[in-house]
């Protein structure tokens, strides 16, 4: 079965699910193609916090850099690159942005100079092209990341999520895969939740 | 009195003669999850929010007379009567359900007065201590990982899955609900609430 990721590098969130599809990978017979979203896009318009405001001002960065190298590699590059960034931001912890990007790229074999599309705007409309792509199926006023599947009638559905914590491994995985592709695929599920009582926890 | 709640109660008695299941109807009241909310509800609402306290005690009041059937019966005559024939009167609705059960009329009167609140809270905590404070109704509570309860909200759905897809939905569930640390799964609501 295929499926579409689409992943803002630094949601911790993503980050846990996008580990957990991985995970999947290896006892399921599925493939993934990733694809960037863009938590700057998901909340333009909402009153946030200024701190926040100041987060989600840098999250353009590295989602740029993730397009630019889209461009120039292909689809397949974007895994990578992801890890490469999410192991910095997510299990190192490391807050400086730019470093990240840098040391990310050196990590995969890209071309230090593509760190200067954090400073363009050029890639931003498609930026926002990728984001609505995903978003037109899990509608706007959700989250990252967001996950699509053909239905039993062949036509794509997403969700937000799942959101989970820690990461499932091994058969878990497996079995919440087989969770998420029976209840998408019924026709008009829209939720299924329950109150974090965790926060994230990375690795 | 949620029309959301009564797609998924429908869905889950169509569950219940397609798997091996047992399902055990609980009270869960819309007034109560709306209590503590930060910006007070508007007035027409909180007036509507106000009445669902009549159909939870009426529902505890048939249970202490009749049991737990007598209550399962009591919530989807008052759902049906509610929820597919819109019928808005709602001490109306109480009255006709209470006698279309044949239960005493004493279930209705206890509607309005505050006997069965302290089981309608206890009822409704029990819920919330499962699935957590900041969802909604309804409240799914199941078996979870390793011999633990979990209770999730939803499966929010409409139109109510039947057959094959019923069942479907109701596997996938429960293998969510087993997954330790399983929080959310979601899309938006785009289409209006279709009871029948």
């Not at chain 1, 400086?96 to 050196?106: G, K, P, S, T």
């Not at chain 2, 797609?7 to 399902?23: G, Q, Y």
């Not at chain 2, 306290?53 to 209550?71: F, M, Q, T, Y």
Request: with cysteine; net charge negative.
């Amino acid at each position: 079965m295929k499926a579409t990721f689409w992943f803002d590098p630094m949601c911790p969130w993503a980050w846990i699910t996008s580990r957990w599809i991985l995970e999947v990978e290896k006892v399921r017979d599925i493939s993934v193609n990733w694809q960037v979203m863009s938590l700057g896009v998901l909340n333009e318009g909402n009153d946030v916090p200024a701190d926040y405001a100041e987060l989600i001002k840098r999250t353009w960065r590295p989602v740029r850099v993730l397009h630019a190298a889209q461009q120039l590699k292909g689809d397949e590059i974007l895994l990578p690159l992801y890890t490469a960034m999410g192991n910095r931001f997510h299990l190192e912890k490391q807050k400086d942005v730019d470093a990240v990007i840098a040391a990310a790229l050196a990590e995969v074999g890209l071309d230090a100079s593509l760190a200067s599309a954090a400073d363009s705007t050029d890639f931003d409309d498609a930026v926002r092209a990728s984001h609505a792509a995903g978003v037109a199926l899990s509608g706007t006023g959700v989250g990252t990341p967001v996950i699509a599947i053909d239905d039993l009638e062949g036509n794509p559905v997403g969700f937000f999520g799942p959101i989970i914590t820690p990461i499932p491994r091994g058969e878990d995985a497996g079995k919440l895969w087989d969770g998420f592709v029976l209840v998408a695929q019924v026709p008009g599920v829209v939720e299924i939740k329950r109150s974090r009582f965790s926060g994230p926890v990375v690795d | 009195m949620s029309p959301w709640t009564w797609t998924t109660a429908r869905w889950l008695e169509e569950v219940e003669t397609m798997r091996d299941i047992k399902v055990n109807w609980r009270v869960m009241c819309m007034a109560i999850l709306h209590e503590n909310d930060e910006t007070p509800p508007p007035a027409n609402f909180q007036e509507w929010l106000e009445s669902t306290w009549l159909v939870a005690r009426a529902i505890e009041a048939a249970r202490a007379n009749s049991g737990d059937e007598a209550a399962r019966k009591l919530l989807f005559a008052i759902g049906r009567m509610n929820n597919v024939e819109r019928n808005r009167d709602l001490p109306a609705v109480i009255a006709a359900a209470v006698a279309e059960c044949e239960l005493p009329e004493s279930v209705a009167a206890a509607s309005t007065t505050t006997e069965f609140d302290a089981v309608v809270r206890a009822s409704h905590a029990q819920a919330v201590e499962l699935g957590g404070k900041d969802v909604g109704t309804p409240i799914l509570g199941m078996p979870g990982p390793d011999g633990t309860a979990v209770g999730l909200f939803g499966p929010v759905v409409s139109p109510t899955p039947r057959g094959d897809a019923a069942g479907r939905l109701w596997d996938g569930v429960v293998l969510m609900a087993q997954t330790p640390g399983f929080y959310e799964l979601k899309k938006e609501r785009t289409a209006k609430v279709w009871c029948d």
